[in-house]
């Protein structure tokens, strides 16, 4: 049943939120108020493709689209230049052709939920539109309105700092960049991650410093683990929207428990009412494979297909329940001799790391032929038609040439 615009606001303020500044109050009365209200997240193209990650917050765009307000997606093409801090180490910069190849393909991924045509279409826009223009008269200007100690409160400086590790003078430059967004597209609110708050809040200052204009921020939750972890290529579990549909539903069928109701609340269409049945379903005793698995159908649903996703639980099933091999297994060809069984995975491209190839035959992980592999330096001759296995997921046929 279609939802009320009173309803529809709720669920915007409510769904995924983690903090909303200065207040829920003042951005509900401006939601209610009849105010167009322009709106944006960027999205530095640090990698070839948008992530689940990214699509918590392009959910949150689509409800302000559908409310009729202005949407704003904005690609940090000059942001990403620069980096922005980790909490270790200084980010690897990148070229200006690297960012442009990595986000060839974001409107096209994100256009799966927001209309970028239309009546009221999303505005697609790039930050070195204007940040590449700044003189460096008008970037030492717009540097007055920022204090090296108000920096110096970014929790990650300061882990730096007692970490003992570098902390390069161009990093502080990626808030107040980030900062100027806001000023150059003259937005009323910004939508990001929760770990972004300290960079949107600058923004939020710097619009009132220059424009005496009160802009709003919406935090989103961050889908991790409850130890606060969050779903990374490192891990292997996070899902990016270039992801087949077998190896999405496989990546949240690896999820915790825990993760369920939070999957769902980030990740779906769901609304808070549904999500909280979940959660009662949940500590009633019900099967959490069943909920993880009804989770990763929606999932695959959203960003392929229902039939995808009827098909990714089939072929799931298949290897897992039936301990089969998929259907649409791929096949590598090799030469006929002997290989370490490291230079065998590398060989078949099913890890390209051989450190991580390492730990994964260490840990159990590598089968050849449903026969587990526990010492690296064996050396397998394989033949035609042997099935090699990496991990939960990974397969791929060996064909002698």
């Known amino acids: 049943m279609a939802q009320s615009k009173s309803e529809q606001i709720k669920e915007l303020l409510d769904k995924g939120v983690a903090n909303i500044y200065p207040s829920r109050e003042f951005l509900a009365e401006r939601l209610n108020n009849g105010q167009k209200l322009r709106i944006y997240q960027g999205f530095d193209p640090t990698a070839s493709t948008l992530h689940i990650g990214n699509m918590v917050g392009i959910l949150k765009l689509k409800q302000f689209q559908e409310l009729g307000h202005e949407v704003i997606f904005l690609i940090g093409d000059y942001t990403a230049m620069i980096g922005d801090p980790d909490k270790k180490t200084a980010r690897q910069q990148l070229t200006r052709e690297q960012v442009l190849a990595n986000c060839k393909d974001y409107q096209k991924q994100a256009s799966r939920f927001l209309n970028f045509k239309g009546k009221n279409p999303v505005a697609l826009k790039f930050n070195s539109q204007w940040l590449k223009k700044l003189t460096f008269a008008e970037t030492l200007e717009l540097l007055t309105n920022f204090t090296v100690q108000r920096m110096l409160e970014r929790d990650l400086f300061q882990e730096r700092i007692k970490a003992g590790n570098p902390l390069y003078l161009h990093e502080f430059m990626y808030p107040v960049m980030q900062a100027y967004d806001s000023v150059a597209m003259d937005v009323d609110g910004e939508i990001g991650g929760n770990d972004q708050t300290f960079n949107m809040l600058s923004g939020r200052d710097l619009m009132k410093s220059l424009k005496g204009k009160e802009k709003f921020v919406l935090t989103m939750k961050l889908l991790e683990d409850p130890t606060g972890k969050k779903m990374g290529k490192t891990e292997g579990n996070m899902i990016t929207l270039n992801d087949s549909p077998t190896d999405m539903f496989g990546k949240v069928m690896s999820w915790t428990d825990n993760m369920i ?110 026969q587990i592999i526990k010492n690296w330096k064996n050396s397998v001759t394989p033949k035609t038609g042997d099935i090699l296995k990496v991990g939960k997921r990974k397969f791929t046929k060996l064909i002698i040439k």
């Open 261 to 370: 109701s939070l999957g769902f609340e980030l990740c779906t269409n769901a609304t808070m009412a549904e999500v909280a049945d979940l959660e009662k379903m949940l500590k009633n005793g019900v099967n959490p494979r069943n909920l993880k698995a009804q989770l990763g159908k929606e999932i695959v649903t959203l960003y392929h297909s229902k039939q995808k996703a009827v098909e990714a639980e089939t072929e799931f099933n298949k290897i897992f329940k039936d301990k089969d091999t998929p259907d649409d297994i791929s096949e590598t060809v090799i030469a006929n001799q002997s290989y370490n069984i490291i230079d065998l995975i590398i060989t078949a491209k099913l890890i390209t790391s051989k450190s991580e190839a390492k730990r994964l035959v260490e840990q159990g992980g590598v089968k050849l032929n449903d």
